[in-house]
T-cell receptor, first 113, second 115 residues
Framework: DTAVSQTPKYLVTQMGNDKSIKCEQN?????MYWYKQDSKKFLKIMFS???????INETVPNRFSPKSPDKAHLNLHINSLELGDSAVYFC????????????FGNGTRLTVT | QQQVKQSPQSLIVQKGGIPIINCAYE??????FPWYQQFPGKGPALLIA?????SEKKEGRFTISFNKSAKQFSLHIMDSQPGDSATYFC??????????????FGTGTLLAVQP
């Protein structure tokens, strides 16, 4: 069983559209994250939730809205997609928000045309 | 102050060689230094991590060396194998800005181990 699974794996869409990426973890972890990896492979945190509460919210356009219906799920909704949003988005989880190892999903490659 | 500088950007070694990847940080509040390994099409996976109270940690063929006074740490891969070819990321985390932490990742090193 995949520990952190995210769907879809690939997402190709046009500018201006709204899209969502879903993430689920079956590790029983309390904390979940969204990271963005750009074309140069730079990894940057976007959001973190602990027990469904937002604890990290980096300087991300408010077109990006995370939602955590329960502590095993963290979804990312993106409104009015722009070309610069093209990247690989990784979901991750950790046992707690304090220096415990991150377990990453395999990423969603978003391409905005 | 929240940057983690990683070098080199890419590295090619022969099988059996010892690639070394270096990272430097500025924020002395960092107290957790993991390394992640990423294969193409996959998410990063934790390889090994160190805390600043020790100067070296080994796990199998992977060793972290840590120099607290210089604010530097490095990854050594002993007897490297073609299967080690991947992108390696250092990171730094710490309890700052409250009771939570966030990892700051280095820019990554693409390692190729030639047979």
């Amino acid at each position: 069983d995949t520990a952190v699974s995210q769907t879809p794996k690939y997402l190709v869409t046009q500018m201006g559209n709204d899209k969502s990426i879903k993430c689920e973890q079956n590790l029983g972890h309390d904390t979940m994250y969204w990271y963005k990896q750009d074309s140069k492979k730079f990894l940057k945190i976007m959001f973190s939730y602990n027990n469904k509460e937002l604890i990290i919210n980096e300087t991300v356009p408010n077109r990006f809205s995370p939602k955590s219906p329960d502590k095993a799920h963290l979804n990312l909704h993106i409104n009015s997609l722009e070309l610069g949003d093209s990247a690989v988005y990784f979901c991750a989880s950790s046992r707690n928000p304090l220096n415990s190892p991150l377990h990453f999903g395999n990423g969603t490659r978003l391409t905005v045309t | 102050q929240q940057q983690v500088k990683q070098s080199p950007q890419s590295l090619i070694v022969q099988k059996g060689g010892i690639p070394i990847i270096n990272c430097a940080y500025e924020n002395t509040a960092f107290d957790y230094f993991p390394w992640y390994q990423q294969f193409p099409g996959k998410g990063p996976a934790l390889l090994i991590a160190i805390r600043p109270d020790v100067s070296e940690k080994k796990e199998g063929r992977f060793t972290i060396s840590f120099n607290k006074s210089a604010k530097q740490f490095s990854l050594h891969i002993m007897d490297s194998q073609p299967g080690d070819s991947a992108t390696y990321f250092c990171a730094a985390g710490g309890r700052y800005g409250g009771a939570t932490n966030k990892l700051i990742f280095g820019t990554g090193t693409l390692l190729a181990v030639q047979p």
